[in-house]
């Protein structure tokens, strides 16, 4: 989707604290924040503005350069030595407006200028680029703390250890597996989670490895014993990969206590032989993503001969998925989506949908049914600012009459024998994973069409697909790649024409093309 975060809304006002000495200035900026939709928290000395600091934790901070009892640069200082977890914006307000006074401000902390008297209108744009700053920063704060409480509730114990065996980082599930509190084991060697005899035999094996010795465990998982802090001998799952950061040789284990974890075995050894191809075929990591993606991708809806498609990443792994099948009652459903970013992180987005899909399709399940499900799955499970785009399709060649849902994407097109459009459909509701399901998210249109017709459906990346010099492909383009051209060679038609031109600059998104016929029916 390229633009990530398009549509999150940013808070409807920031509590600004003030710190203005002069009666005047202070109820003018006082009175101009309020009409700005902002709070303000008034200090009328440099001890006050501290205080206000530490009590009432403001969103941004607003400081007269000139103070009876602290100047600003001093007072900007002193609240940056107090480390918070989130950045807390401070502007300068100042008669002085020497460049030197300017860089001091800067030097000492500050993140912008405003000289008085100041004007309202650049207040208010500064305070916008601010708040839409620390909208930023709020979301990348909650996806790291998302982040670090997924690797601390990870069942498996997670170690990693550098050349010489050390370890230098772990995850809270070894205290529950080993006894060993993370902070314990840091600074510790591997070995102390090894019994004999192969805490004696381990000596060495990665410093062997690195100086070109054959793998002896590095790349290859199986099964081993462990050793609790109280001494007791365990078995468990253990596999163990290398990663290089900067200069820098680390391995990380991956250890599982199997002692209650039999009805688990089944799904255990069909990962680890995922696991064993990856390590024997010394692949990147991302390959067994590859073929996880790629297995939810493939499936057999999508060789149906009434349907042609083509998809072109941006990066290795591609943000836009399609999928197609057919219910028992032989209505053809298909689904064209696109997940915000690009990469590995967009196209595991697209998998509840697939999944979704591909188990409520064939059963005939109404197509705001399926909408409903894959929104509601979405909401409960994608971070902040994530979200998927789709057109959903229903198909009924007996009566000549289909269902579709468009929620973000480009308009679909319905052609007509000549490659004409008969009809468009536009998005008419929000991507999926944003709101709640409701009677209005899951809501459908439906259509119907005369003599032989087709349905095209694309993501957005196919119209803002820009040549070298910036000019986008456009629907214009789009639709002289249609007109006249047979519906067998459509698809390919789109494809030569986004090809000419994009010439050898390459598309800065997921592309991806979906054609549908819809056959004349009796």
């Not at 200082?77 to 002085?96: C, G, N, V």
């Not at 060649?397 to 579709?404: F, K, L, Y």
């Amino acid at each position: 989707m390229g633009s990530e975060g398009a549509i999150i809304a940013e808070p409807a006002g920031m509590r600004i604290l003030i710190l203005d000495e002069d009666p005047f200035d202070r109820r003018i900026l006082e009175d101009s924040l309020r009409r700005l939709g902002h709070t303000a928290i008034i200090a009328r000395n440099a001890s006050e503005a501290l205080e206000a600091f530490a009590r009432d934790r403001p969103d941004l901070i607003i400081l007269d350069i000139v103070s009876s009892d602290l100047d600003g640069y001093e007072l900007a200082r002193r609240i940056r030595a107090e480390r918070r977890e989130r950045w807390t914006p401070i502007i300068f307000l100042s008669a002085l407006d020497r460049e030197e006074d300017i860089i001091a401000g800067f030097e000492a902390g500050g993140d912008d200028f405003i000289g008085k008297p100041f004007n309202i209108a650049l207040l208010d744009a500064k305070l916008r680029s601010l708040q839409h700053a620390l909208n930023l920063q709020r979301q990348a704060y909650v996806a790291l703390k998302r982040v670090r409480a997924l690797s601390d509730n990870v069942l498996d114990a997670i170690v990693t250890i550098d050349a010489k065996e050390t370890i230098v980082a772990a995850n809270s599930s070894c205290e529950r597996i080993f006894g060993w509190k993370p902070s314990e084991l840091i600074g510790r060697n591997l070995r102390v989670l090894m019994p004999e005899p192969f805490r004696s035999q381990h000596a060495g094996h990665v410093a062997h490895y690195v100086h070109g010795g054959a793998a002896r465990i590095i790349g290859i998982g199986r099964e081993s014993l462990a050793q609790h802090k109280d001494g007791t001998i365990f078995p468990i799952d253990l596999g163990v990969s290398e990663v290089r950061v900067d200069d820098e040789r680390l391995f990380i284990g991956i250890m599982r206590d199997i002692r209650e974890r039999k009805e688990a075995e089944r799904k255990l050894l069909e990962n680890a032989e995922l696991l064993q191809r990856y390590h024997d075929e010394a692949e990147a990591e991302g390959e067994l993503a590859r073929s996880l993606i790629d297995r939810q991708l493939r499936r057999p809806g999508l060789d149906d001969p009434q349907l042609r498609y083509w998809l072109m990443p941006a990066r290795n792994f591609s943000g836009d998925v399609v999928a197609a099948a057919r219910s028992a009652e032989g209505r053809r459903y298909a689904l064209l989506a696109d997940a915000t970013g690009h990469g590995l992180t967009a196209a595991i987005s697209t998998l509840p949908v697939l999944s979704l899909f591909y188990s409520m399709a064939p059963t005939n399940a109404s197509l705001g049914e399926i909408v409903g499900e894959i929104n509601a799955q979405l909401c409960q499970s994608m971070p902040a600012g994530r979200f998927v785009a789709a057109v959903l399709v229903c198909i009924d060649e007996a009566s000549g009459e289909g269902e579709i849902w468009n929620g973000g994407l480009p308009e679909a097109l319905l052609l007509d024998s000549g490659g004409r459009v008969q009809f468009r459909f536009t998005s008419q509701r929000t991507p999926l994973g944003i709101i709640d399901s409701d009677e209005w998210v899951c809501k459908t249109q439906r259509f119907a069409w005369a003599g032989d017709a087709q349905l095209l459906l694309c993501s957005d990346g196919l119209l803002e697909a820009t040549d070298a010099s910036g000019d986008p492909f456009g629907q214009g383009r789009l639709l002289s790649a249609l007109l006249g051209i047979p519906p067998e060679q459509r698809a390919n038609s789109v494809r030569a024409a986004l090809a000419r031109h994009l010439g050898d600059h390459p598309a800065h998104d997921d592309v991806s093309l979906f054609v549908l016929d819809c056959p004349r029916h009796n």
